[in-house]
Nanobody, 124 residues
């Protein structure tokens, strides 16, 4: 059984940083593309970062320079470092995985396995 579990969310002030972690079990972690996605109330879910099997990363323009994705294959853990957070970054953040050697850019429908999500709130 695949389990995906996020941790590290919370509330911060604008300009501060926050780090998210995600553990993935029950699937060949090292063979997956792994991503972080977010969804704010009334908004579409969007990809904020993806890391491929070979650790190439995709960071969309709207968070580029502020968000960094990384992983530890041995620990089966995915990370998201967020800095200079803005109120518009407030959302439910999800960790997700799918079987592919590469990231599919901003496509969110490709992900097979999802965590339950964790809330990030940024106050102005």
């Amino acid at each position: 059984q695949v389990q995906v579990s996020e941790s590290g969310g919370g509330s911060v002030q604008a300009g501060e940083g926050l780090n998210l972690c995600c553990t993935v079990s029950g699937v060949a972690f090292e063979n997956c593309a792994l991503g972080w996605l977010r969804q704010a109330p009334g908004q579409k879910r969007e990809v904020v970062a993806c890391i491929s099997r070979s650790a190439d990363t995709y960071i969309p323009d709207y968070v580029k320079g502020r968000f960094t994705i990384s992983k530890d294959n041995a620990e089966k853990t995915l990370f998201l470092q967020m800095s200079s957070l803005k109120p518009e970054d407030s959302a439910m953040y999800y960790c997700a995985a799918y079987f592919s050697p590469v990231c599919s850019g901003g496509a969110e429908a490709v992900y097979d396995y999802w965590g339950q999500g964790i809330q990030v709130t940024v106050s102005s």
